[in-house]
C-alpha cells in the first residue's frame, strides 16, 4: 500500500511509471489469456491514481497495440442496478432479462474498461462483485477473451470516492500510476505538443500535482496557448487561458517562465542543425549561468534532445553526429548530466547511428575517464 500528496492517500500494490505500468499490463493480461484458454478464472486489473495523469489512455492506447476490441464504463454515471445487470423485456411465452448496450457481443480480444471505480455508489459497487470474480451477471456474461481492467482513484483524500473493502479488494490484482516528467515528455514530444509546454513541465515539474493543475489539463492549457507565438507580448490572455484551467501558483510558474525567456530554450532541432555549436554553446551558458546555476535547464534541453531522437525515424547525419559530440564535451554539461545523456545515447536504436557519437576517441576518453560504465563501441 502506498501513501503520496498532502493527504493521506491510500492506494494499492507497487506505484510505478507509466512505461512499467505498461510493461505490467501487457504481461498480465497475456497470463489471463492463457488462463482462459486453459477453463481457468482470470483476474481484473485495477490501476490507482490521481486524476488526469493518464490512466484511461495507457489502458486504450495498449488496447489498440494489442490488436483488442475496447469498451469502456463510467460506473458513477449508473443511477439502477438496471445500468448495471440490464433490464426485463417481454418475450413469447414470459420475460426475459436483457443486457445493456454497452455489453460487448463479439469475442475477444477485447478489454472492457470499468473507469474511475470506486466513484460509483455502493449499490453499484456490490453489484459489481459477480463480475469481477466471474466475469458474467445474471443477465449476461462477458464473450470469450474478453479482459477487465478498472481505473479507481485514491482513497483517504479529497476524493469522492466509495471504499472497497477486502473481500472486493482481492477479487482484482491491484498497481498505481504516478507522474513521470520525462515519460510524459516523451509521450507529449510524439503527440505533438506545444514544446514550449513540454520544456515548461522538465523544467517544473512540481507543478504538475497542484490543486486543479494535472498533466490532463496542462495538455488542455499548451493545446490552447499553441497558436499564440509571443506569449511574453499576449501574457495578459495567457494567463486568462491559463486560470481558466490550471491552479494559480501553476500560472504564476508559468508566467514567470515566460518572463525569463525560457520557453525559447534551445531546441532539439537547433543543436542538431547548428552550423556552428560555439553559438549554441554561448546561448546555453546565458541561459545557466545565473546568480544560481540552472542545471534544471540543462536538464530539460537534454531530455527534449533524446526524445527528439528516440521518436524519430531517420538516422543521424554526419553534422549531426558532430555536434552531439561537442554537446557532450561541452565544460557546460555537469558530469552527472554528461553521463546521463551518453547512456540515453547509447540506448537509442543503433540504425539511427547515435553509437557513432559515443565512438569518437575524445568522447570515449572522457567518459572513461568520468567512470561512465557505458558501452562504447569501437
Keep these: ?8 492517500y491510500l492506494t494499492y500494490g507497487t506505484t510505478c511509471d507509466p512505461e512499467e505500468l505498461e510493461r505490467f499490463l501487457q504481461h ?32 486504450e492506447q495498449l488496447a489498440e497495440r494489442r490488436g483488442a476490441r475496447f469498451v469502456t464504463i463510467a460506473p458513477a454515471q449508473f443511477e439502477e442496478m438496471g445500468d448495471l445487470m440490464g433490464m426485463p423485456v417481454v418475450v413469447e411465452g414470459g420475460t426475459r432479462m436483457a443486457p445493456p448496450d454497452w455489453v460487448p457481443r463479439e469475442d475477444g480480444p477485447g478489454i472492457l474498461l470499468i473507469d474511475d471505480v470506486n466513484r460509483a455508489d455502493d449499490r453499484i459497487l456490490r453489484g459489481l462483485m459477480q463480475l469481477f470474480q466471474r466475469f458474467e451477471l445474471t443477465a449476461w456474461k462477458l464473450p470469450p477473451r474478453w479482459q477487465i481492467v478498472l481505473t479507481a482513484n485514491p482513497d483517504g483524500g479529497d476524493y469522492s470516492v466509495t471504499p472497497m473493502d477486502d473481500a472486493m479488494l482481492t477479487r482484482m490484482m491491484h498497481v498505481t500510476l504516478r507522474f513521470d516528467a520525462r515519460r510524459w515528455a516523451t509521450w507529449a514530444e510524439r503527440t505533438g505538443v506545444d514544446p514550449r509546454g513540454i520544456t515548461f513541465v522538465l523544467t517544473y515539474p512540481e507543478t504538475v500535482t ?31 487561458i491559463g486560470e481558466s484551467c490550471l491552479d494559480k501558483a501553476t500560472v504564476s510558474a508559468f508566467v514567470a517562465f515566460v518572463n525569463q525567456n525560457l520557453e525559447n530554450l534551445i531546441s532539439p532541432e537547433e543543436i542538431l542543425g547548428a552550423k556552428d555549436l560555439s553559438q549554441v554553446a554561448a546561448r ?25 531522437l528516440g521518436h524519430r525515424s531517420a538516422a ?45 576517441p575524445n568522447v570515449a576518453r572522457l567518459l572513461l575517464r568520468l ?8
Excluded at 1 to 8: G, S, T
Excluded at 284 to 308: F, Y
Design 1 to 8: 500500500m502506498a501513501r503520496e500528496h498532502a493527504f493521506d
Design 28 to 59: 498480465t493480461l497475456d497470463v489471463n489469456d492463457g488462463l482462459a484458454l486453459a477453463g481457468r478464472r482470470m483476474t481484473p486489473v485495477c490501476v490507482w491514481g490521481r486524476h488526469g495523469i493518464g490512466k484511461t489512455e495507457i489502458v
Design 210 to 240: 497542484g490543486e486543479r493543475t494535472t498533466p490532463r489539463t496542462l495538455v488542455q492549457f499548451f493545446d490552447r496557448i499553441a497558436g499564440i507565438t509571443d506569449l511574453r507580448g499576449q501574457l495578459d490572455l495567457v494567463t486568462m
Design 284 to 308: 546555453l551558458s546565458r541561459l545557466v549561468d545565473r546568480q544560481i546555476k540552472r542545471v534544471d535547464i540543462l536538464s530539460a534541453i537534454c531530455t527534449r534532445l533524446v526524445n527528439h
Design 316 to 360: 543521424l547525419t554526419a553534422g549531426e553526429v558532430a555536434n552531439l559530440r561537442a554537446l557532450l564535451t561541452l565544460p557546460a554539461l555537469p558530469e552527472d548530466m554528461r553521463l546521463a545523456l551518453a547512456q540515453d545515447l547509447a540506448l537509442l536504436d543503433r540504425r539511427k547511428g547515435a553509437a557513432k557519437v559515443l565512438s569518437d
Design 371 to 378: 567512470g561512465a560504465g557505458v558501452g562504447v563501441p569501437g
